[in-house]
């Protein structure tokens, strides 16, 4: 073992030994059954654990992260997690949700050259190109990043609800709300964009897809 990591391992064991002392089935539980009723679209950054800032514990909800909560409908990994939660899991509601001071969105807000990460962010540079009358409008830059990183919030939960995997689950009649969060780090608190969306209704009529011939 590197000793680098030993204390990994050694929480990872006082972790295993509280959640027993508190249930002892925990463990057979978990084994046993996955059954959750949310599916979390959120950021890979660190300090944005989903089971953690929404008291959730293992098992209670199915997790999908990537730089900047994007949902791209070339992306066969967030499109696999978003069909076996919604048609295996039965998942009543999604929850895309981003973060002030996303570094993603930050990165997509300047000129520089990055990498790799640039084919990504290309799809933030075409939802600030969209708002860009509103978001140059603001003057501090701290205040546009959020306003940013709202808008994507916004923008991914259309995207979600834009699936045809999600359309086809509205035609069953399966319950099914997409809702648009944002967390913000320097308070631990979420807050609800208030963009829920429970049925093909409350989209424009392009999106609204019908059933195969």
């Not at 953690?52 to 696999?80: K, W, Y």
């Not at 807000?109 to 969209?130: A, C, P, S, T, V």
């Not at 808008?151 to 086809?168: D, K, R, S, Y």
């Not at 319950?175 to 409350?202: F, M, Q």
Request: hydrophobic letters at 40%; glycine letters at 6%.
């Amino acid at each position: 073992m590197d000793n680098s990591l030993k204390h990994l391992f050694e929480n990872n064991q006082q972790w295993a030994a509280d959640m027993t002392a508190k249930d002892p089935d925990f463990f057979k539980k978990l084994v046993a059954q996955q059954n959750p009723k949310y599916l979390w679209i959120g950021c890979a950054d660190s300090r944005v654990p989903a089971n953690q800032i929404t008291g959730l514990m293992p098992g209670e909800v199915f997790v999908h992260r990537n730089i900047a909560n994007v949902v791209v409908h070339t992306d066969l990994n967030c499109l696999s997690v978003i069909q076996y939660a919604v048609e295996v899991l039965g998942v009543k509601h999604i929850m895309v949700v981003g973060h002030y001071g996303c570094g993603g969105v930050a990165a997509a807000m300047q000129n520089k050259e990055f990498g790799l990460i640039d084919n990504w962010l290309r799809h933030l540079k075409d939802i600030y190109r969209e708002h860009q009358d509103e978001l140059d409008h603001i003057h501090d830059h701290t205040e546009r990043g959020d306003r940013f990183c709202e808008l994507n919030v916004i923008e991914q939960v259309h995207n979600v609800c834009h699936t045809t995997i999600v359309q086809a689950a509205w035609r069953r009649g399966q319950e099914l709300t997409v809702h648009g969060w944002i967390y913000g780090v320097r308070n631990g608190l979420i807050k609800d964009l208030k963009v829920s969306i429970a049925s093909p209704d409350d989209l424009q009529a392009l999106y609204r897809m019908t059933e195969k011939s």
